[in-house]
């Protein structure tokens, strides 16, 4: 599980560095100089390179895991990282419930407010993931079979809503705060890191594509839709 982990953080990280070097190419267009276009450009192929290989490991650690979701990244990164948090999520949870029981943990310290026992922290867990499939999941892809991006980013931020409930934190903070407790500790670690984690990159397809689906062009920025022209936009 550690391993999907980093993998997922790589796909984020190389997300990140990706929409950078964009923004260092659209910059470095403006400018009369062809070298700084062209070190911009070679940055922004190798951030690509580094993003794909990530991407590539979480595929192949997809696969693994159910050889369908592993097929999925190919419609949507997106929708696959959505059911690898979940897995994740899950998966740590159950962690948490095996490790929280070792001699060397005291339970008490865990628990606040109506989270009185690892127990009540799985209901709350499974209730808002069932809730968030019950409200997305069978809008994710529309009737064409396509994928709805704004129903994906909808989900992502129901799955990190999660991390907000205050009693929850507190267990998560608590856990990490005693390395003495490894078994806690990691799982803890982990479940505030997916948490927080998301990977977005689709809307930014239109900035480079030369012919953009209208769809991306109006998730992106004012300032980027200007550069765009009008006819373009509803093509």
Known sequence: M???VHTLRSVRHGASEIRYRQD???AELTSPRAMSVAIATVQLHDAVDSFETAVGHLQ????ELDCDLGRRMIASLGELVL???VFAILSQIEQLAQAIHSADVEICALFTGRLRSIGEVSALV???ITRMWLDYG???RAPGGSIRRDVVRE???ALTLIGSDPDFMYVLRIGMAHPDWPGVFCACANLAELLALTVDLESDAARFQANPDPELIDDLPASVRAGIRRDERKR
């Open 83 to 85: 059911h690898l948090r």
């Open 126 to 128: 499974y209730e808002q």
């Open 155 to 157: 989900a992502h931020r």
């Open 60 to 63: 192949a650690i997809a696969a």
């Open 2 to 4: 550690d391993v999907l």
């Open 24 to 26: 260092a190419v659209l």
């Open 138 to 140: 069978h809008l994710i």
